[in-house]
């Protein structure tokens, strides 16, 4: 069974920074992808940001530039970087994890950016 917990969330004013961390119950290592994706109030779920258990990035076109994401496996966490935050960031940031052909996700942590 994989848990994911996220943090860092919170309230920012736009051009700010924040940074979310997701803390694995497991080994992320053994994790094929892991990934952060976004809910905002009205609209569907989409993905982020992921990175593969060989350390491969991709964004959403939105986020490119602004956003980065790293994981520390000594640490069972991973990272997602935010700068430059705009207004239409605000949502609910969830963490992913592949195991074994499996989805795992997070509770969530909100983020609010200000304009």
């Known amino acids: 069974q994989v848990q994911l917990v996220e943090s860092g969330g919170g309230l920012v004013q736009a051009g700010g920074s924040l940074r979310l961390s997701c803390a694995a119950s497991?080994?992320?290592?053994?994790?094929?992808?892991m990934g952060w994706y976004r809910q905002a109030p009205g609209k569907q779920r989409e993905s982020v940001a992921l990175?593969?258990?060989?350390?491969?990035?991709g964004f959403a076109d939105s986020v490119k530039g602004r956003f980065s994401i790293s994981r520390d496996n000594a640490k069972n966490t991973v990272y997602l970087q935010m700068n430059s935050l705009k207004p239409e960031d605000t949502a609910v940031y969830y963490c992913?994890?592949?195991?074994?052909?499996?989805?795992?996700w997070g509770q969530g942590t909100q983020v609010t950016v200000s304009s």
């Open positions: 992913n994890a592949v195991y074994q052909f499996s989805n795992y």
């Open positions: 497991g080994s992320i290592s053994s994790y094929s992808l």
């Open positions: 990175i593969s258990r060989g350390g491969s990035t």
